[in-house]
């Protein structure tokens, strides 16, 4: 069996062979083609020159190179067919091996694949009869259980003092199996308990929780319904001022005009002013503007009680 890194090396060379033997071939070519065109770009001499025998006789080595020249041509393109050739039939050799191998290889595969697929069909099988046995093996024990324990039931019928010991077991595991039982379910009883109390107790923490948050929340609902209380009180008070200044700057203004134009009527008619019609006029006036300002402190002081006195509400029939 010939490897195919034995024979990587061995191509390559052979590659190369042509390669080299083809630059050496044209190098040659080049020289004889320059001797050739030297030869013929000589000067024609006569018969009777004094250099024409040395001419001839270069010409004469010329084409014997010439020949020379040609006939190592044609045995390095013999050599080059036969390196090809030879370089052809150990590739298709090779890849003909490399056929074999990929097909010995395949057959493995498969066959392997096919002792896969047997071994596993074979360990269901077993796996199937193992299981089959198990359960006759089941299947006899618990018949040959229940016959034992219809003996002992039998024996303890006639013989109630004397119980068997095979019995005496049995009641001994039932016995041992109802307190593990009982065990079982104090530990669930009690860890049901331990449960059920902390539930209890972040129950409690919650309503703690919304109690105080309730009060937080009702606290908050007092002290905004206080500011809003306030915040309507202070408004109430700015109208009321407001409403007092304009009522006392319009009376001030209409009283002004008034006595305005009483002068201006009086010119009019030609009245004669004196100081008593001035006085008369005047005073009366002076002295509502003065009671106005005494009396709207205390007004306003009985008004506010008035207000703040708790009423009795009228019952709708």
């Not at 937080?216 to 209380?229: G, I, P, Y």
């Not at 008619?269 to 005073?283: E, N, Q």
């Amino acid at each position: 069996m010939i490897q195919r890194d034995e024979i990587s090396p061995a191509t390559d060379a052979l590659e190369r062979l042509p390669r080299t033997s083809g630059q050496r071939n044209a190098i040659i070519t080049r020289k004889a083609s320059g001797r050739l065109k030297q030869t013929d770009a000589l000067p024609y001499y006569g018969s009777d020159g004094p250099g024409t025998r040395a001419a001839w006789k270069q010409v004469a080595q010329l084409r014997e190179e010439n020949r020379h020249l040609r006939t190592l041509l044609e045995e390095q393109r013999t050599t080059y067919q036969q390196l090809q050739e030879e370089h052809t039939t150990l590739k298709a050799e090779f890849e003909n091996q490399l056929a074999q191998l990929h097909n010995g290889y395949q057959q493995e595969l498969e066959y392997y694949q096919q002792h896969l697929h047997e071994a596993t069909t074979e360990r269901q099988r077993l796996q199937e009869t193992v299981e089959l046995h198990t359960q006759e093996l089941q299947t006899t024990a618990q018949e040959e259980a229940r016959k034992l324990i219809a003996a002992a039931t039998q024996e303890l019928a006639r013989s109630p003092e004397n119980p068997p010991e095979l019995l005496q077991e049995v009641k001994a595991t039932i016995e041992t199996q109802i307190k593990q039982q009982e065990e079982k379910h104090l530990v669930e009883l009690l860890l049901l308990k331990r449960e059920v109390q902390h539930m209890a107790d972040v129950l409690d923490k919650e309503r703690k929780q919304l109690a105080e948050e309730q009060k937080r929340v009702l606290t908050l609902q007092r002290s905004s319904r206080e500011q809003a209380h306030l915040r309507q009180r202070l408004l109430e008070q700015r109208i009321k001022t407001r409403w007092k200044v304009t009522s006392l700057l319009t009376t001030i203004v209409f009283l002004f005009c008034m006595i305005a134009f009483q002068f201006l009527f009086l010119l009019l008619f030609h009245i004669p002013l004196t100081a008593g019609i001035s006085f008369a006029l005047l005073t009366p006036i002076l002295l509502c503007i003065l009671g106005v300002f005494a009396l709207n402190g205390p007004l306003a002081t009985a008004w506010t009680i008035y207000t703040g006195a708790p009423h009795k509400k009228k019952v709708q029939e």
